[in-house]
Every structure is written in structure tokens, then in C-alpha cells.
T-cell receptor, first 114, second 118 residues
Framework: DTGVSQNPRHKITKRGQNVTFRCDPI?????LYWYRQTLGQGPEFLTY????????KSRLLSDRFSAERPKGSFSTLEIQRTEQGDSAMYLC???FGNGGNEQFFGPGTRLTVL | AQTVTQSQPEMSVQEAETVTLSCTYD???????LFWYKQPPSRQMILVIR????KQQNATENRFSVNFQKAAKSFSLKISDSQLGDTAMYFC???????????????WGLGTSLAVNP
């Protein structure tokens, strides 16, 4: 399968714990996005990478959130000291080029914070 | 700031019939892209159709077509000959064009849950 993959698919954690999610984009895609989707809502933008550079971070992202994309390949999203309000589906998407090209989405990681 | 509004939280249609999903948006940009994405139950988001704002011709993809009214800032999706597999959440999304290298983030509506009934 050459699509966008995300791991793990599900994560249950206790409040206060740290979690890390991984996204593997389509190999030739230079742009990578993280979105968060809560139940009954549309996705909300979190952060964006062009190659290895993190070019924008949403104000929704507190200091407890950090993302990396070493060598412009896979990306990780870490949440420190999780809170119940962090419970959501975390979506990763990738695209190629500079135009309004389609973003291809992964299956998401569903986080539940108890 | 751009906003996207989908005023129909839920809709239903009989198999083989036609249904139209509404979307309006607000922007001061003149160049942008609009998208409809589909999210089937427990499955990932996939692109249904894409429209470039500078194109007057409405986009079509097989049974899916849009009615793009730039002046009214309206972008509705028509699904013809509805099939059971069309049952999904449908999201309208906006992308600013901007300059090369700029963030191409999608700004999303709340979605419309479409049920196709046999």
C-alpha cells in the first residue's frame, strides 16, 4: 500500500502521560499536514511541514504539542502531559507541489485520554 | 479569516435519486480552491471533487458535480444516481492559493452526514 499510513491507529492513555504518533506520507510528497478532528466536527489544522521545515503551527497547538519531520520523510506528533480535551482523531495528510493539489489522508490515530 | 459553512448537518436520499449538499464560504481572497471530501464510516478521508476559483466551468467527476457561484460564495455538491456506498460524512473545504511555499492548509466546514437508503 503506497498511501499515507499512521501509527498507532488507536491510543488510550491516562491523563498526564505523553504520547507520540507517527505519520508516513506518500514518498514523493513534500508537504505534510496534521489536523485534529473531534466528534461531530470538521478537521482543524494543527501544523504544516514543507520538506523538513515546520512552516506554520496553529494557535490551537499549545506548548504541550510538538511535531517533527526529520529529513523530510515521516513525521511525529508528540503530546506531553495529555489532558482529556486532547481526546480526538489526529489526521495526517500529504501532498505534492505548490498548487492546490489534493491532500491525501491517512486513516488517523484515535486518542482517548482517560 | 476564511470560514466554511455547511448548513445541513444530516441528509438522506433514496438509492438512485439525486441529492444536493450545500456549502457557503467567506473569504476576501480572489484566488483559491474548493474541495469536497468524503469520510465513510470508520474509513479515511478521500477527495470527491476539486474546483479552482478562477475557472468558471463547474467541475464534474462521474456522478458528482458542483455548482460554483463565486459571487455568492456558494459551492454545492450534487450527487446523481445515489448509491449505498455514497453513505458518508461530506466535508466542504477551502484552500487559499497564495504564493508558492505558502501553507496550503484546508479550512473545513462541520460536515453533512449523508445516508443513502435502499
Amino acid at each position: 500500500d503506497t498511501g499515507v499510513s499512521q501509527n498507532p491507529r488507536h491510543k488510550i492513555t491516562k491523563r498526564g502521560q505523553n504520547v507520540t504518533f507517527r505519520c508516513d506520507p506518500i514518498s514523493e510528497h513534500n508537504r505534510l499536514y496534521w489536523y485534529r478532528q473531534t466528534l461531530g466536527q470538521g478537521p482543524e489544522f494543527l501544523t504544516y511541514f514543507q520538506n523538513e521545515a515546520q512552516l506554520e503551527k496553529s494557535r490551537l497547538l499549545s506548548d504541550r504539542f510538538s511535531a517533527e519531520r526529520p529529513k523530510g520523510s515521516f513525521s511525529t506528533l508528540e503530546i506531553q502531559r495529555t489532558e482529556q480535551g486532547d481526546s480526538a482523531m489526529y489526521l495526517c495528510a500529504s501532498s505534492f507541489g505548490n498548487g492546490g493539489n489534493e491532500q491525501f489522508f491517512g486513516p488517523g490515530t484515535r486518542l482517548t485520554v482517560l | 479569516a476564511q470560514t466554511v459553512t455547511q448548513s445541513q448537518p444530516e441528509m438522506s436520499v433514496q438509492e438512485a435519486e439525486t441529492v444536493t449538499l450545500s456549502c457557503t464560504y467567506d473569504t476576501s481572497e480572489s484566488n483559491y480552491y474548493l474541495f469536497w471530501y468524503k469520510q465513510p464510516p470508520s474509513r479515511q478521508m478521500i477527495l470527491v471533487i476539486r474546483q479552482e476559483a478562477y475557472k468558471q466551468q463547474n467541475a464534474t467527476e462521474n456522478r458528482f458535480s458542483v455548482n460554483f457561484q463565486k459571487a455568492a460564495k456558494s459551492f454545492s455538491l450534487k450527487i446523481s444516481d445515489s448509491q449505498l456506498g455514497d453513505t458518508a460524512m461530506y466535508f466542504c473545504a477551502f484552500m487559499k492559493q497564495g504564493n508558492a511555499g505558502n501553507n496550503r492548509k484546508l479550512i473545513w466546514g462541520l460536515g453533512t452526514s449523508l445516508a443513502v437508503n435502499p
